[in-house]
């Protein structure tokens, strides 16, 4: 709404060059695609609102005997790609709920001395991989992308951890009900999962070293 001043100045700019550089038989807009014809009268120059809003990938209401431009196109995309697009932050938000209800079955496992088996924690990896490849898909932006690869990271940290305590199962390995405590691993999940959480909640994304 901020910028629909823009729309009310084209009635006065044009018209000051068309003064300087001869008839205008077309308007064409920086940064979007195509032109609409434009109309001389009285040394004016006139477009079709209509056309003007579907150049700009724009969209008219009406309200009493007031007409509104609401400008969708490039401006928003510019806002976009400053902060993190709403369909990624929703797949990024869903993907991390499950990493923790990965690490949370992880831990209740180990903690009340549950053996921890592929048929506990298969089925927690499976949908983090799935909510994963749907996060990547949903990133469109240069922030998205970035905050991708971070939850990409976390991910990857989260299958080594659970593989590493998989493993000493299979080799039968004692594990004790604090072994989490002390696992730098483990750790470094948590601090990962914490900082995403924060880029989340400010939907811009920050390069933390945490996810690396």
């Known amino acids: 709404m901020r910028n629909v001043w823009w729309v009310a100045a084209l009635a006065i700019i044009v018209p000051a060059l068309?003064?300087?550089?001869?008839?205008?038989?077309?308007?064409?807009v920086s940064g979007h695609k195509g032109s609409v014809p434009v109309t001389q009268i009285n040394q004016r120059n006139y477009v079709e609102v209509e056309a003007l809003a579907q150049l700009v990938s724009g969209s008219l209401s009406f309200h009493g005997n007031r007409m509104t431009l609401t400008l969708t196109g490039n401006e928003a995309a510019a806002e976009e790609k400053v902060g993190l697009s709403r369909d990624f932050l929703r797949a990024g938000i869903e993907e991390m709920s499950t990493i923790r209800e990965w690490h949370s079955a992880l831990a209740t496992a180990i903690e009340n001395q549950f053996p921890v088996t592929p048929e506990v924690l298969g089925p927690y990896e499976a949908a983090a991989a799935k909510?994963?490849?749907?996060?990547?898909v949903a990133a469109v932006t240069d922030?998205?992308?970035?905050?991708?690869?971070?939850?990409?990271?976390?991910?990857?940290?989260?299958?080594?951890?659970?593989?590493s305590f998989l493993a000493k199962r299979a080799a039968a390995t004692y594990i004790q009900a604090d072994a989490l405590e002390s696992d730098t691993l483990n750790q470094s999940v948590i601090a990962c999962w914490r900082s995403l959480e924060a880029i989340a909640a400010s939907g811009q994304f920050t390069n933390d070293a945490t996810c690396r």
């Open 18 to 28: 068309a003064m300087s550089q001869g008839k205008i038989q077309e308007l064409a």
């Open 143 to 163: 922030a998205d992308r970035n905050a991708a690869q971070l939850i990409t990271n976390e991910y990857q940290k989260m299958k080594q951890l659970s593989d």
């Open 131 to 136: 909510n994963l490849g749907l996060a990547q």
